[in-house]
Nanobody, 118 residues
C-alpha cells in the first residue's frame, strides 16, 4: 500500500517562497529516487526535480537556481524549497516515486496547488 501525501502549497506573490513536503509510506524509501512534477492548466505534466538514493539531484532548466530538492530518509520525506517564485510556476505539484527501483509502476500523491500572483 503506497501512499504519497503532499503539503505546503498555497498562494504567494511573485518573488516569494514556498516549501513543499511529501510524506511517503509503503515504499522502500531510502533506495528510491524521489521526484517532484507539476502540471499547469492546459499543459502536460513535467518533471521539476529529482533526487536519487545517493542524493544526486536534477532540475528542470526553468527552476535551476531557484528550487532545491532534499530528502530525509529518517522521516521518509522529500521537500521542494521554491524561491524567487514566478507566475509561470503556478501549477499543481505532485510527488512521484516507485515502490522499488526499476518497477514499471509509478505512484503519485494527490497534488498540492501552488499559485503565484504577479
Amino acid at each position: 500500500q503506497v501512499q504519497l501525501v503532499e503539503s505546503g502549497g498555497g498562494l504567494v506573490e511573485a518573488g516569494g517562497s514556498l516549501r513543499l513536503s511529501c510524506a511517503a509510506s509503503g515504499i522502500i524509501f531510502k533506495i528510491n529516487t524521489m521526484r517532484w512534477y507539476r502540471q499547469a492548466p492546459g499543459k502536460q505534466r513535467e518533471l521539476v526535480a529529482s533526487i536519487s538514493s545517493g542524493y544526486l539531484t536534477n532540475y528542470a532548466d526553468s527552476v535551476k537556481g531557484r528550487f532545491t530538492i532534499s530528502r530525509d530518509n529518517a522521516k521518509n520525506t522529500v521537500d521542494l524549497q521554491m524561491n524567487s517564485l514566478k507566475p509561470e510556476d503556478t501549477a499543481v505539484y505532485y510527488c512521484n516515486s516507485r515502490r522499488v527501483p526499476g518497477s514499471p509502476a509509478e505512484y503519485w500523491g494527490q497534488g498540492t496547488q501552488v499559485t503565484v500572483s504577479s
